[in-house]
């Protein structure tokens, strides 16, 4: 069984910074591709920003130059730094890890939780 367990959300002014954490665990061989997606209310879920297992990263063009995704392939956790943040950011986010559980085993998608971020003053 693999579980991803986000953390770090919340309430933050105009300008302000919230770190975002998403922790797999469980049985795990290996996580390819980690993103972190948002959907606002009455909108449709739309990704954010996307990192390989090699470090290599793709952002939404809203957030270039404001959020910044990171990993730790030893703790199979991925982190998504939030500066500068626009009440626009106000969405429920949510970490996709794709996961094989064992050699030979076919890779699953897992969505954390989701975890509230809302920027309002």
């Known amino acids: 069984q693999v579980q991803l367990v986000e953390s770090g959300g919340g309430l933050v002014q105009p300008g302000g910074s919230l770190r975002l954490s998403c922790a797999a665990s469980g049985s795990i061989f290996s996580i390819g591709t980690m993103g972190w997606y948002r959907q606002a209310p009455g909108k449709q879920r739309e990704a954010v920003a996307e990192i390989t297992s090699g470090g290599v990263t793709n952002y939404a063009e809203s957030v270039k130059g404001r959020f910044l995704i990171s990993r730790d392939n030893a703790k199979n956790t991925v982190f998504l730094q939030m500066n500068s943040l626009k009440p626009e950011d106000t969405a429920v986010y949510y970490c996709?890890?794709?996961?094989?559980?064992?050699?030979?085993?076919?890779?699953?998608?897992?969505w954390g939780q989701g975890t509230q971020v809302t920027v309002s003053s």
């Open positions: 996709l890890a794709p996961i094989r559980s064992g050699w030979g085993r076919r890779e699953l998608d897992y």
